[in-house]
Every structure is written in structure tokens, then in C-alpha cells.
């Protein structure tokens, strides 16, 4: 493990381990269940409606028991079919009896559980998280404003809903949380040249900034899928200051550039003539023309040319 490595992980979050995890829920399919349901119901009303013609017919006892028997079997039915659910793709049903977590139905369509066992839905559909603005200091202390977007899904239903209160609210509070913690971390621009910086290596920050949600959300059953930063600037009270520093920097750069690129030509031009020894150089000629050529390639303007009238050395 790198040192680099092994502070981030020393920077990561501990969260509690987790008291449960998901497991698959007894259930079979609907149809079945629907249609024995409809026939207990069609039966128990034909088994009340029998019972009420023999009353009629002068023969309580059998009628009065056929009765009970019916509308016994009506109250069985309808309380059966209260197990029927209906499964969405995209969702899935976290089943509960007498408060005791019994699995998780992910298989879509109608599917019968228990019918005194509770159900609690829960999207395990992709879903984006867009933080607000935020105005952090960055590693110099200069404030800066950053947004990100998470994109995450639900991987453990029984941990996103026994873990914490609110999975939804968890992941924005913790996103929030990193994207903070990343920014005071860095700076927006690195004064090393081998530094990491927020604007100069966003890959690199954006794969840190996973990482560190990963960690964070774990103990809601939650899989990060991407992470991305939406925006990031300097704070408007320091927006124009800064911009004059990049722009210097730039122009230093620039001028590097420039000096290293005419000092490069001046070597080549004077070993050319110095080879070809159509002209004895001294040291005061070398002198004054490497001083005319860098004049010539270093300046911002078009050079005035000197007419020299006497000799080199008047």
C-alpha cells in the first residue's frame, strides 16, 4: 500500500457495521394465490346463501352452521388475499412480521406473502443527487464555490431501511459532507507544479471524492455509480484578484516559453556561422549579436532596425 493510499484510507470515515442485511423473503406467485382467494370468496357467499334457504326450509341447525361456515370463509378469504402485492420493476418490498425483518421480495410482478407480515416499498432505481452551491476554503484558505452530482442506488434494501431513518436524506447530508471535505483538502490552484489541485486534476479529485462516499454510504446500503463535480469557481469577493494571478501566470509561462525557444535559435545561429567561417566572430561580436537576435525574438513589438554606418565597434 502507497503512503498516498494509506492516508486516504487513515481520512475515510468509520462507520458502525451493520445489524442486518438483505435476504430473499419467502413468497410464491400471485396468480395462484389470487385465484384460490376468489374462490374461497365465491364459495363462502354461496355456503351463506345455501345456509339461508335451509333456515328457510325449517332446518336451522344445518342452515345456521352452514352459515358460520360461509361467512368464516369469506373473513379467511379476503384476509388471505391482503398477502397479494404488486412488485414494480425497479422496486422492491421489505417484509417485516411483528416488527422482525423475514427478506425482501425483489422479483417483480404479483407476488403472496404472509398476510400479517407489513411490506415497506423501496425504489432500487438509479437516482442523481445534485448538492447545492456550496462556499468552502479551499487547502490555502482562499473561498472558493463547488456543486456536485452523485449518482447512486439502493444495493441493500434491509440497510437503507433499518441503518438510518431516511436513506434519501443520509445520502444529500453525506454527499454534502464529502464534497466539503474534499474541498478543504485541496487547494483550487496548486502553487507546486506537482501538486494535486481542484481545477488541474479533476479526474483524480472526482475518483477521491467517489471513494470517500463510498465509505460514507456504505452503512445505508447504498452504491455510488458516479460522482462528478457541476461547478466549481473561486468566491466573487476574491474571483478577480485570482484571475489576475492565473493571468500572470500565464504570462510568465509564456514568456519561458518564449526565452527558451530564442535561446535555442541563437545557439543554432551561431554555430551555423561559426562552421561556416564566412565571418571571424570575437567575443564582443558574439555578444552584440546574440543581444540583437534575443531583442528580436523576445520582443513584444516589431523590432526598428539600426542602420550602422561606421564600424562594428563605433
Avoid at 7 to 25: G, H, I, N, S, Y
Avoid at 63 to 82: D, N, R, W
Avoid at 188 to 194: G, L, W
Wanted: glycine letters at 10%; proline letters at 4%.
Amino acid at each position: 500500500m502507497s503512503v498516498e493510499t494509506a492516508q486516504t484510507a487513515k481520512d475515510l470515515p468509520e462507520m458502525p457495521a451493520p445489524q442486518v442485511r438483505e435476504r430473499p423473503a419467502h413468497s410464491v406467485p400471485g396468480g395462484l394465490a389470487l385465484l384460490l382467494g376468489l374462490l374461497g370468496l365465491l364459495a363462502g357467499a354461496g355456503a351463506v346463501v345455501g345456509g339461508a334457504r335451509l333456515v328457510e326450509g325449517g332446518t336451522g341447525g344445518a342452515g345456521a352452521a352452514l352459515i358460520v361456515a360461509g361467512v368464516l370463509l369469506v373473513i379467511g378469504s379476503v384476509f388471505a388475499m391482503a398477502g397479494l402485492n404488486m412488485v414494480a420493476p425497479g422496486e422492491a418490498r421489505v417484509v417485516q412480521l411483528f416488527g422482525r425483518y423475514t427478506g425482501t421480495i425483489r422479483k417483480d410482478g404479483l407476488r403472496w406473502v404472509n398476510p400479517l407480515t407489513t411490506r415497506k416499498k423501496v425504489s432500487t432505481r438509479v437516482r442523481n443527487h445534485e448538492t447545492a452551491i456550496l462556499k468552502v476554503n479551499d487547502a490555502y484558505g482562499n473561498p472558493v464555490e463547488l456543486a456536485a452530482v452523485v449518482v447512486w442506488q439502493v444495493e441493500d434494501t434491509a440497510q437503507a431501511t433499518f441503518e438510518v431513518d431516511d436513506f434519501v436524506e443520509f445520502v444529500s447530508t453525506q454527499t454534502e459532507a464529502a464534497v466539503r471535505h474534499i474541498a478543504i483538502e485541496y487547494p483550487y490552484d496548486a502553487y507546486d507544479e506537482n501538486g494535486l489541485s481542484l481545477r488541474g486534476n479533476a479526474e483524480e479529485i472526482t475518483e477521491k471524492l467517489a471513494v470517500e462516499l463510498t465509505a460514507r454510504v456504505r452503512a445505508a446500503g447504498v452504491r455510488i455509480v458516479e460522482s462528478r463535480f457541476t461547478h466549481l469557481a473561486y468566491a466573487p469577493e476574491i474571483a478577480a484578484a485570482m484571475l489576475q494571478r492565473q493571468q500572470a501566470g500565464a504570462v510568465v509561462a509564456a514568456r519561458r516559453t518564449i526565452v527558451e525557444g530564442a535561446c535555442g535559435m541563437v545557439e543554432d545561429a551561431v554555430e551555423r556561422i561559426a562552421s561556416r567561417d564566412f565571418v571571424e566572430l570575437d567575443g564582443e561580436r558574439k555578444a552584440a549579436m546574440v543581444s540583437n537576435l534575443l531583442v528580436v525574438l523576445c520582443g513584444d513589438r516589431s523590432p526598428q532596425p539600426v542602420l550602422n554606418t561606421g564600424s562594428l565597434y563605433q
